[in-house]
């Protein structure tokens, strides 16, 4: 079936570093990119998307790129702070099932102060 | 302002008493979607409603039911809860299946004692 793979399961930087994530999707037909950020005992959060007409999408510090022949799909991060620590999920949408959701394994991040 | 609502935020019950969780939505979003997310895991998807259309995953077991009274509140039943139940049960919707973009509520932990 399809899926999203998703690296590294878990990221610890510094303050002030960059953090990136990458994930990789199996559907050719996906042309939905979103990324989430869930904290503790919180539902996920919908931090940026990208869709298939665009290779990248800025929004301040996140930013996220999309490589659709390499169906490849990275979130990056810059000038980290504490309160980025969270889990961080990619997903991809399934476009001939209704546009159902497909997500990543999840990244928990780190940030140290 | 909270556009997704879940309640209770913290349910327990006992294993094999039926119990009721509820979600509504003040962004007249057409979709409706249930996951199940169990600890350190990407959210599953168990159904979703498009208008008054259901679907169900293949994969849900017969235990989970779901209703749909009108546009704005969708309620998820479990028939016999068992101790594999436990769980983060997360709400989302969706304005349409095309869009892809999904809005999750704060989610309902579910124990089972």
């Known amino acids: 079936g399809e899926n999203v793979e998703q690296h590294p399961s878990t990221l610890s930087v510094q303050e002030g570093d960059s953090a990136v994530i990458k994930c990789t999707y199996s559907?050719?037909?996906?042309?939905?990119f979103p990324w989430y950020k869930q904290e503790l005992g919180k539902g996920p959060q919908l931090i940026i998307d990208i869709r298939s007409n665009v290779g990248e999408k800025k929004d301040q510090r996140i930013a996220v790129t999309l490589n659709k022949t390499a169906k490849h799909f990275s979130l990056h991060i810059t000038e980290t702070q504490p309160e980025d620590s969270a889990v961080y999920f990619c997903a991809a949408n399934l476009y001939n099932q209704g546009g159902k959701l497909i997500f990543g394994q999840g990244t928990e991040l780190s940030v140290k102060p | 302002d909270a556009m997704v609502i879940q309640n209770p935020r913290y349910q327990v019950t006992q294993f094999g008493k039926p119990v009721t969780l509820s979600c509504s939505q003040t962004l007249n979003h057409n979709v409706m979607y249930w996951y199940q997310q169990k600890s350190s895991q990407a959210p599953k998807l168990l159904f979703h409603?498009?208008?008054?259309?259901?679907?169900n995953e293949a994969d849900t077991p017969d235990n989970f039911q779901s209703r749909r009274p009108n546009t704005s509140f969708c309620f998820l039943d479990i028939r016999s809860p068992g101790l594999g139940d436990a769980a983060m049960y997360l709400c989302a919707t969706a304005a349409d299946q095309r869009s892809g973009e999904q809005y999750f509520g704060p989610g309902t932990r579910l124990t089972v004692t």
């Open positions: 409603y498009y208008d008054k259309d259901f679907n």
């Open positions: 559907d050719s037909a996906s042309n939905y």
